[in-house]
């Protein structure tokens, strides 16, 4: 009991891997779980016979992550695929994302609740379009971890060289970023496991960890926001029952901060203040909430509150505006964003009609520039446009807080999911 009790209260880490076709993303994940021994002995027997059934010499690690028919047989990822492993330091959630240009949305999904991203380098290759891509992709959806895989250096021959390429070519790209923060460089061979869980022997130049090692280690806690609290109210609970006749609760997932029994609260948009008066989780009762409990809260005031108001802490506020400013990643294949397009926007528990007002660039992903004269979003197309809501919405910068600074454009009629959005 006490096992499962441990491995429930076992930090989590979320990444995303990233890198261009062929650069091995789907080894180095099928390693990691190969050599932290979290595969099963008949998935291994499975992928040893279709190893054989393909030909490969060594056994192909990648069929332990390309779920998909076509993924196997083009030997490439097309969806994000989420895995799950553990070891007795972290747990770990892998948003394994596909590297084709056509797929930029699918690494958007994959890299939007990530705390690290993991760009895999071709040793051979150095620094392509397509790691700035994903380096772009990383920095704008707010991931402040990036650990620079230099794959393959078995290919040439654990040199030196190739790696100090890489560090001052993508050292050089980084410093243009805004939200990266720690920035680490680690040599590896997934075919040959190389550095993946143990430290390689032929590489004595490189002084640094192994991967896992990193992955176990890297801090994220000061990531998530503890400062602005934030609690978007999802439902609000009314039993009508005999043994809870009065009870009347506010259940929603904490967005930012910290709440406590106690606590002056200001509910938006109505401005009332109240005090909190319990906080539950499931039958519990909870001494504080923070990111990510979701909870429910009872209020000492009998105040009307409903879904899509948000409590606040009265001397910390969100903005408060029915003009957004936003980068906005165009998901959809069949529609085009141009300015006029109408759409139903969705931000923490409100759903709001929005307008798009303006359309003002284009972000080239490969080299940063702002294509300007360009106003017509088509898929996997990154920009930033202006935007007018039906009702304010109570958010923050995607940068200060990622919960509350995010939104997604719907289709109306279809319930097409078409664009994710991050104020600025």
């Keep these: 009991m006490t096992e499962d009790k441990n491995y429930l209260e076992m930090d989590l880490l979320r990444f995303t891997t990233a890198g261009s076709v062929d650069d091995g993303k789907s080894t180095l994940v099928g390693r990691l779980f190969y050599d932290t021994k979290s595969i099963f002995e008949d998935q291994l027997e499975a992928i040893e016979r279709s190893s054989k059934q393909h030909g490969d010499e060594n056994v192909n690690l990648a069929l332990l992550t390309d779920g998909l028919r076509a993924e196997r047989e083009q030997g490439i990822t097309i969806d994000v695929a989420y895995r799950y492993f553990a070891t007795p330091k972290r747990k770990f959630i892998i948003a394994d994302t596909p590297g084709h240009i056509q797929y930029t949305r699918n690494m958007v999904t994959g890299a939007s609740t990530a705390n690290l991203a993991l760009i895999l380098v071709d040793a051979r290759k150095g620094v392509i379009e397509q790691t700035k891509r994903h380096a772009f992709i990383a920095d704008l959806l707010g991931i402040k971890h990036v650990a620079v895989c230099i794959n393959k250096m078995d ?207 284009k972000v080239d992903v490969n080299t940063l520039h702002k294509v300007e004269d360009d106003h017509e979003f088509g898929m996997n197309d990154i920009g930033r446009v202006t935007l007018r809501v039906s009702q304010p919405l109570f958010f923050d910068t995607y940068r200060r807080n990622r919960n509350t600074g995010s939104f997604i454009l719907v289709d109306s009629f279809t319930n097409e999911t078409l664009a994710a959005g991050m104020m600025r």
Aim: hydrophobic fraction near 35%.
């Design 155 to 361: 290919l040439v021959d654990y040199g030196q060289d190739p790696y100090d390429k890489v560090l001052k070519e993508f050292g050089d790209f980084a410093s243009r970023l805004d939200n990266v923060t720690e920035l680490t460089f680690i040599p590896i061979s997934a075919l040959k496991g190389d550095n993946v869980v143990e430290r390689s022997e032929h590489m004595p130049w490189y002084k640094g960890s192994s991967l896992l090692y990193h992955l176990e280690t890297v801090y994220v806690g000061s990531d998530a926001n503890h400062v602005d609290a934030r609690f978007p109210v999802q439902w609000v609970i009314r039993p009508h029952s005999d043994e809870h006749h009065d009870f009347r609760g506010f259940a929603g997932r904490v967005a930012g901060g910290v709440f406590k029994p106690g606590d002056e609260v200001t509910v938006l948009p109505s401005g009332f203040s109240t005090r909190i008066k319990k906080i539950f989780m499931a039958e519990k009762e909870l001494e504080k909430a923070y990111n990510p409990l979701s909870v429910t809260v009872t209020l000492e005031d009998e105040i009307d509150v409903s879904r899509g108001d948000m409590l606040v802490k009265p001397n910390n506020q969100p903005k408060v505006d029915q003009n957004l400013d936003a980068m906005l990643c165009w998901f959809s294949s069949s529609k085009k964003l141009v300015a006029g397009s109408k759409y139903l926007l969705r931000h923490t528990t409100k759903d709001v009609q929005a307008i798009v007002t303006e359309v003002l660039y």
